[in-house]
Each structure stands twice: as C-alpha cells, then as structure tokens.
C-alpha cells in the first residue's frame, strides 16, 4: 500500500525555518519524482519543489529559490525541505507528491501519490 505521511509543519514567525519530513512507503523513493506542492487559502495548489530520483535536476518555484531545499534519504525512504526565511506568503498547506513520471520534475499540479498534507503558518 503506497502511502505518503508529511510531518513538521508548524507556526513560525517571519525570518524563521521549518524543516518539513515526508515519510514513504509501499514503494522506494528513489525511483520517483518527489514534488512538494502548497494550497494557500483562496488559491490554487502550486508546485514548490520538485526533484529527480536519479540525475539530480530540481525545479523550483521562483518565490523560493535560495530559501529553500529539498533532500532525499533513501535508507529512511523520507524526503526532506528545508524551508529558511520564511515569509508570511509561505503560509499554506504544504502536500509531499510521488510520481512515476519523469516529466513530473516540472512540478504539474497532477502526481500519482499525494499525502494527507500539513500546515505552515509564518507570521510577521
């Protein structure tokens, strides 16, 4: 059974960091595209970070280009994102995504895991 369980999220003022965990199962990380996608209230869900499993390409949203990072480890099967910085824009819920698809390192709004999603909230 694939599954896909995020933790970390939290409540963090403006300038702070937050490192935001998602763990897997049921299939192995590193033959996946992993994406980190994010829902603020009244937007549509947005690709943040997404990363190839083997040649190292990674996508990222302008917004968070410089602030934030994404790393793989595939003894725990977990993906990681650091997110420094922090700005109040950020605040939204944040979805760790798995797909097959090479492609899907372009950060599409469609993945074919998706878990259950935690939230961030960054207050000025």
């Known amino acids: 059974q694939v599954q896909l369980v995020e933790s970390g999220g939290g409540s963090v003022q403006a300038g702070g960091s937050l490192r935001l965990s998602c763990a897997a199962s049921?299939?192995?990380?590193?033959?996946?595209?992993m994406g980190w996608l994010r829902q603020a209230p009244g937007k549509e869900r947005e690709g943040v970070v997404c990363?190839?499993?083997?040649?190292?390409?990674?996508h990222y949203v302008n917004s968070v280009r410089g602030r934030f990072t994404v790393s793989r480890d595939t003894d725990e099967n977990t993906l990681y994102r650091q997110m420094n910085k922090l700005k109040p824009e950020d605040t939204a819920v944040y979805y760790c995504?798995?797909?097959?698809?090479?492609?899907?390192?372009?950060?599409?709004?469609?993945?074919?895991?998706w878990g259950q999603g935690t939230q961030v909230t960054v207050s000025s």
């Open positions: 049921g299939f192995p990380l590193d033959r996946y595209v």
């Open positions: 990363s190839s499993p083997d040649d190292g390409r990674t």
């Open positions: 995504a798995a797909d097959r698809d090479p492609m899907a390192v372009s950060c599409p709004n469609v993945y074919d895991y």
